[in-house]
């Protein structure tokens, strides 16, 4: 990917403080997050690094810590603080992919990114873009596909300013406390049902066994009879036998 051909990403200026009050371990850890080829494709465009092999892991992760050290420095170079918002941008774009994978409206939401470069307003259509998207990424936390939490740090990193309008659609997803919560509530009539299976089951696993222990209990009277009539008629045997010799 050659920078003249490589897709700009303009972020507002809100999204710019945004991104330099990210911890400098964040920022790394959310390039890390990405997988190797997207990572290796989000800072493809960027200046190599001497002493690296291009295209190395290596190298990737030298430019990643060159990026974020230079977005976060106060004033920095405008075409290099481009490059670099260019980076964050398609990192960013390549994390909603995992949201994509959720459900297909925000796939086709994720999929209409590259309209802005035909936007004949930017600012209007970033606004529509944003409340689209987190609109449906709120829907997903209500299902409790994902949480305030997730939605948030996605946000962070994306280039649209913090409007009223985003940030209420923030603060009315499900945190994962509530997720959490929910999906065990959701789960009850099911842990129920299984609870009562379990319960049938053992009674009549019992009853089973109180069958055997009966048929069990009667076959030892019966034993026990058996043997007391055998005694009884071996007693009379031995009796007959004795006065039979005192007979003789």
Not at 41 to 46: A, E, G, K, N, R
Request: contains cysteine; glycine residues 2%; neutral net charge.
């Amino acid at each position: 990917m050659t920078e003249s051909s490589y897709k700009e990403t303009h972020y507002t200026e809100d999204a710019q403080d945004r991104l330099r009050r990210i911890d400098k371990r964040e920022l790394e850890a959310f390039f890390k997050r990405l997988k190797a080829s997207e990572r290796a494709q989000s800072v493809s465009h960027l200046p190599a690094i001497k002493g690296f092999m291009k295209g190395s892991a290596a190298h990737t992760n030298h430019q990643v810590k060159v990026l974020v050290g230079q977005i976060l420095i106060d004033k920095p170079q405008k075409t290099q603080l481009q490059r670099n918002l260019n980076a964050v941008g398609l990192a960013w774009h390549m994390t909603g992919g995992r949201f994509a994978k959720l459900d297909q409206t925000i796939a086709d939401i994720l999929n209409s990114w590259s309209e802005r470069e035909d936007a004949a307003n930017i600012e209007e259509f970033y606004e529509n873009y944003a409340d689209q998207l987190f609109g449906a990424l709120r829907e997903l936390t209500i299902e409790d596909k994902l949480t305030r939490e997730e939605v948030q740090r996605f946000f962070d990193f994306s280039p649209f300013s913090n409007t009223k309008r985003i940030q209420s659609i923030l603060d009315t997803c499900k945190s994962e406390e509530q997720v959490n919560r929910d999906k065990k509530l959701s789960e009850l009539p099911r842990l129920i049902d299984e609870t009562r299976n379990q319960i049938a089951s053992l009674e009549a696993k019992f009853e089973d066994s109180n069958r055997d222990f009966e048929r069990l209990t009667e076959t030892t009277r019966n034993l026990i009879s058996s043997s007391s009539e055998a005694i009884e008629k071996a007693r009379r045997s031995e009796l007959d036998i004795r006065q039979l010799k005192t007979s003789l």
